[in-house]
């Protein structure tokens, strides 16, 4: 799909007031320097034990982060295509991030054996021009403890008895509304029915919540039982107490991929390569995986064994697994952002 570039940062700043704001300049350019646009919390922590740290013991390069959203991340990318020097060596984006990307040019293409350890990558997230290192999918969260028949299904989500008791994050709405088109009969390429089917949840008492947080305090409150959000969610929401399962929907969940980027005009591919196979390495695998709760991008690295509880699928469920149309998703963008502002939301 041909996105004009400003189209796309006009998609991206609707997202991110405030653009790259704040954001820090560190020095670039160095030999021994490797500039990551990362996000932060825990992720950023587990990047510096288990990526940055090793490759510096190894090769003596230092990594420097710079943390934002990702949305400010590829807002700056764009503002910068035509800069020789960007910002980032290496850019950190969640796959419709890394879409847009692409889209418009500004990721390099990895040549054949520039990274070892891409060989490795499960063969389904196999990209030329960006690494996975960790994904989840899409699931429905419910509260265990007072649902006696879980949802298994997105269209179990429109069964009467749980009028009143589902709740949706507005932020994450392109979601929520491919998952309604794929309950009403459409799916990742037909969003059509889910007007429909989000009118009708409108009529059942569905509640939109400003943020995931919001949603967390609405689950822990018993003000909503069920969510629909990624299955790592729901496994750090457990973890901090709240009382919830997830079911990867028979319909099939949908993948969400993290990967990693170099973009075209990075002050130093050659550390940023390195970066990349460094994130690819057993240590970062496991490490990235257990802190983030979702699965290793390699094959050579199982699912760390305090999330095979939680996390394991089978390979019929794996294989059904669906991945988003982003070239669509883009293009319908404008039209469903407005249904689900004035006619879902409001």
Known sequence: MNVSRR????????????????LSHPAFGQSGQVVVGTWGGDGAETLRRAVDEPLRKRSGLEVLQEIALGESRLTKM?????????????????????????????????????????SKVIARLQEPDAIPFVYTYRAIIYNDKRLSTPPRSYADLWDPS???????????????????AIAGGGGIHDFEPA?????????????????????????????????????????????AGLP??????????????????????ARNKDAAYAYLDAMLQPEAQTGLSKTMCCYPVVSDVPLPPDLVDDLTISDKERDALLTSDFGYMQKVKAEYLEFWQKQFRA
């Open 195 to 239: 007007k429909k089917m989000l009118l009708e949840w409108k009529r059942m008492g569905t509640r939109v919540y400003p943020s995931r947080e919001a949603i967390a305090a609405a689950l822990k409150s018993e003000e909503i039982l069920v969510n629909v959000d990624l299955a790592s969610r729901a496994v750090f929401w457990r973890r």
């Open 162 to 180: 749980l009028k009143g008791k589902i709740g949706v994050a507005d932020v994450f709405y392109h979601a929520i509304i491919e998952s309604a």
């Open 78 to 118: 764009l503002v910068e295509k035509n800069s020789r020097r960007g910002s980032f060596d290496v850019a950190h984006l969640a796959d419709a991030e890394k879409f847009l990307a692409a889209s418009q040019g500004l990721l390099e293409t990895f040549p054949e054996g520039r990274i070892p350890r891409k």
């Open 7 to 22: 189209h796309a940062i006009t998609s991206v700043a609707a997202l991110v007031a405030g653009g790259s704001a704040g």
């Open 244 to 265: 919830v399962k997830f079911a990867l929907p028979k319909e099939g969940g949908t993948l969400q991929v993290f990967n990693a980027a170099i973009p075209r005009n």
